[in-house]
């Protein structure tokens, strides 16, 4: 294959993409290829990939096992319409009511995590028979009209277009100013203000586990069970988006776990195909009665989707992934931890979701240029990590699930040597 190069590409994206299209890096790498942990730059440069494009290759890029598994399905039959009967869809979704918590069974297959988030809204307001949403500041849901309007992410949102009528947003139970059981408190309250007012007129709330790219927040370890409690009393269900935290990605097989709570409906996608697009969601027996239209969609488990689907979980169950993320995660905080640096305020997160927010000691910088700058660093040394949070000024830690101790400790000696060079800088 010929690269035209990234400077090529980048003048392509400025003429034919959207105005507004952002990428990473002030000299961003042409990545050609992939192999697990690693990817390749054009000018065959190998980077460590501590971002795993979002959560999305839990098992690694280009990962030979599920390939196989997928060019096999690809050989025998590509596509029909879901409504024929072929045999991974059904497979998937009987795999996956043995994993989801609680009495969660059914499954509703889809494409984007955007898509998965728009049905279980639309499954909730049959079900309650009910149209209101609550969502927390900092989340993040998707890209259609519904899931950016509940999107708590300045940034993302598309504000002065999106639906505003019987949608209430409440603070998430994070705050730079408080602590977190303070936080919780006023996020509780704000939510039993909601319900008591509105309660007739919701039918759902939405919640990340761990919020994404709000910034990498973990709630207090009982918030969820409180809002749940607070939320049945008025019929209003809990939607968990799990797009970006499920199969494993925080040491346990879906988030919600941690907080022991099972919610009404789980929405997964990204890591459930390893790149190939696939996204559910899924609900009890009693709440899945409500969709009561026959409905399908084009490409939502698809053979090719849905066979990659299978061998991902028997890929995670096989190699214990969500053991190693659990483990490998405890191992990565300890030592992002250890790191000594002003420019480092908090590491947080689990499994091998993990955010280090930075701060600047100076007012001729702001953490966000410091962030871009490690970003840029640690790239150039080899090593591509994300950034996220709504001054985006959290450096992510989403590696392929796969990773190894010894890349981490790579990562980290490099980490400490670029903090140094830049405390250095403006301290
Ligand atoms: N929910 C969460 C938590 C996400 O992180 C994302 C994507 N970043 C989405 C929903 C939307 O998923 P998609 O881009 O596949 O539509």
């Known amino acids: 294959m010929h690269y035209i190069g990234p400077d090529a590409i980048i003048t392509k994206r400025q003429e034919y993409f959207f105005p507004a299209t952002a990428h990473f890096y002030k000299e961003p790498p042409q990545i050609v290829g992939g192999s697990m942990q690693y990817l390749f730059d054009h000018n065959n440069k190998k980077y460590v990939d501590f971002f795993a494009g979002v959560s999305v290759m839990n098992c690694g890029h280009s990962n030979p096992q599920i390939l196989k598994d997928t060019i096999e399905q690809l050989n025998n039959i590509q596509h029909t319409t879901t409504v024929y009967l072929t045999q991974p869809m ?7 009511a043995e994993i989801f918590p609680g009495d969660i069974k059914r499954t509703f297959f889809c494409v ?40 708590g992410i300045p940034m993302w949102r598309l504000d002065d277009h999106l639906v505003k009528e019987n949608i209430f947003f409440i603070e998430r139970p994070y705050s730079a100013d408080s602590s977190y059981e303070e936080a919780m408190d006023k996020s509780l309250q704000q939510l039993d ?31 969820l069970k409180k809002v749940k409690t607070l939320l049945e009393v008025h019929n209003v269900l809990l939607i968990a988006d799990e797009v970006q935290t499920g199969y494993g990605r ?63 979980l028997h890929y995670i169950e096989e190699n214990n992934l969500v053991q190693r993320s659990n483990e490998l995660g405890k191992y990565l905080k300890q ?39 490690i970003l840029e660093e640690m790239k150039d040394r080899g090593f591509i990590i994300g950034k996220n949070g709504l001054n985006r000024d959290v450096i992510a830690f989403q590696p392929p699930l796969v990773i190894s101790k010894e890349d981490i400790d790579a990562m980290v000696v490099s980490m400490e040597a670029v903090l140094e060079q830049i405390s250095f800088l403006y301290v």
Not at 354 to 360: D, E, H, N, T
């Open 193 to 223: 203000a909601v319900l008591k007012s509105q309660g007739n007129e919701l039918c759902a709330m939405l919640v990340e586990p761990i919020q994404g790219n709000g910034g990498i927040i973990m709630y207090p370890k009982n918030y």
């Open 112 to 151: 984007t995590g955007s898509e998965a988030n728009e049905g279980a809204m639309a499954l909730a307001r049959l079900y309650t028979k009910k149209n209101g949403f609550i969502a927390l500041t900092g989340g993040l849901h998707g890209r259609t009209h519904l899931t950016l309007s509940v999107t």
């Open 335 to 373: 030592k992002l931890e250890q790191i000594a640096s002003p420019l480092i305020q908090e590491v947080r997160g689990c499994g091998l979701m993990l955010g280090v927010q930075i701060q600047s000691p100076s007012s001729s910088v702001t953490s966000a240029e410091i962030t871009d700058i």
């Open 250 to 312: 925080t040491g346990k097989m879906f988030c919600i776990e941690h907080y022991d709570v099972v919610p009404d409906i789980i929405v997964t996608a990204k890591a459930l195909g390893n790149g190939i697009p696939i996204s559910t969601f899924s609900t009890t027996d009693e709440i899945a009665k409500a969709y009561n239209r026959p409905s399908a969609s084009t490409f939502g488990g698809n053979p090719v989707a849905a066979q990659t689907a299978l061998s991902v």
């Open 90 to 96: 059904v497979e998937l979704a009987q795999r996956l």
